[in-house]
């Protein structure tokens, strides 16, 4: 155990050194930051309320699910906050009545969005099944930023394996790898040493882009299941052609081949009728998708989520059974 | 502590043998020399007897352990200095030994002292690319002595080393052999296998010719020489004699007896000049 956290410490301390790596980490960052500007820009998909001390703190919690909230303590600071140039709804109780307090310059949609949240918050008292309608009328999440972020999050499950690519070349380049073999850690601790970054790093990337997109209040730990095993993949490719380059940049162009059947799989299952879904089975990346698809709707259950990752480990598990061989003769 | 019968090695896989039919011991506490040409299968050997080349053909017994399938452990007891020095160029010297260390199950020594022993503390938290050749190859070294071997596998430790340095790498490895580690030493330089190996042995071919002491090597092969230097009117004149041969004996005596001499002296045989005899070889 001890000797699996050396290895990996030294990979992190050695790509923390290395300006691609760190490009490689930031790069699925500001992608989620541009694609939160563009969806934010493309249509109403935060509103923004101001409430006084009139409402009660559940209801700010709730509404802060769907919108920002600010809040003030006088209806008066609530109506100065209305009047400012931007997209701010007022929102005030009097007795059992809310009132909706805008300026004119607000989006007509908006409205029937607060009115709707506020309905629905009342309802909820009701044991109404809020939550379904709430996705359904998917104010918050414009085919962009469904469609988006779950791709962004399939797409940077790969950079984990290139950090550990990226590693193993130079492992190789430096002939440190001999070093490594002389010494009393057996291969599979090394193996393991050496691949949990390329699990490590995606789920950092993927809770990263999620939160900086703002779905709410996702499945997380959901999330982190299907990363983990769409991970896999990734991680044995880039133990695959670590092993077997020593050119960095020849091994990441190698890597980047991944990109056509994950965008293939991807764009396949958004643009394809559902009917022709069963071309796109073969690819462990569509499982994922459609598995983070229904996280990020808020519609996933655990055994849908547990059936799309059985495919993905089944999947991994055969390519791992026809690599192995290769891999293991590599790290020699 | 080391066993090896009938050694083959083919990188090609055929009969192309970088080693051939190789048969050796080595005595527990022994130093071991191991001199030949380059591209004599030196390296080879070496790698086979640390597992890094897969056996293939004979037996090796290494500390104990069959290399036909041996067990991690055995890297506990085991020292590996590479010819081509192989440390992480982005980690320091220090991240670099202290990362190895924590690799081993055994006790190890401190890097510092490591460095310090190499001549590397002043560079101890520079990182390893910015090292020159030899700094790199004084921390190959340094890090195999890290988990005190009890079998030291030595390939080229001194060569691209300043005269100095590797006068220093000599006295450690001096220093452990006395401690009684048991050392398995490939180099070109002969002074420095005279000087620490108990036996050596010639390969060329991959085939190894002889094994011997040096002294026992000097005493078969080597012939006492004297060089002598002396005036013949205004000529200097060089000669040189063996005092083994009576016809040269006789000659150097009619010279002492007759011409001024500047300068004599009698010269043993080097091992090298033992290996071109033996061999017919030269050692480059
Ligand atoms: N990786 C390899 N692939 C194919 N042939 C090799 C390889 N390494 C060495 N050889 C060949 O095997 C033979 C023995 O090489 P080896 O490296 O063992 O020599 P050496 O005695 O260590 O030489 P040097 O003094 O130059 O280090 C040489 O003919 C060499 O060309
Ligand atoms: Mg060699």
Redesign the pocket.
Known sequence: MKKIFTITMRDIVSSLRDSMIIYIIIFPFILAVILRMMTSSVGATTVNIAVDNSIDSTMVEYLEDFGNVETFDSIERVNKRVNDTDDVFGLTKKGLTYSIIQEGNERASSVDLLEYMVSSYENQNLDLPIEVEVSDIGWNLSPIKQYGGNLLIVFISVFGGMIILINLVEEKQENTLSAVNVSSITRTQYVIGKGLLGFMVPIIHSIGILAILNYGQINYLMVIVVILCIAMISVLIGFLIGVTNDNILGAISSMKMLFIPILGSIFGAIFLGSQWHYLLYWSPFYWAFNALNSIILKEATWSGVLLNCSIIILITGIIFALLSKKIKRGLN | MIKVENLFYS??KDSKY?VDDVNFEVAKGEAFGFL??????????Q?ILTGLLPMQDGLAEVAGYNMKNPSRKMFNKLGVSF?QSNVYGKLTALENLEFYRKLFDVETIEPNVLLEIVGLSHVANKKASTFSKGMKHRLTFARSMLNKPELWFL??PTTGLDPAIANQIKDVIKEKSKEGSTIFL?T?NMFIADELCDRVGF?ID?VLKLIDSPRNLKLKYGQKLVDIEYKDGNEIKKDSFSLIKEEERLKLNHIINNYEIELMHTKEATLEEIFIKVTGRGLV
């Open positions: 990188y090609t970088a030949g040409p380059s591209g004599a299968g030196k390296s080879t050997t790698g010819e390939d080229e490939t070109h390969i991959g």
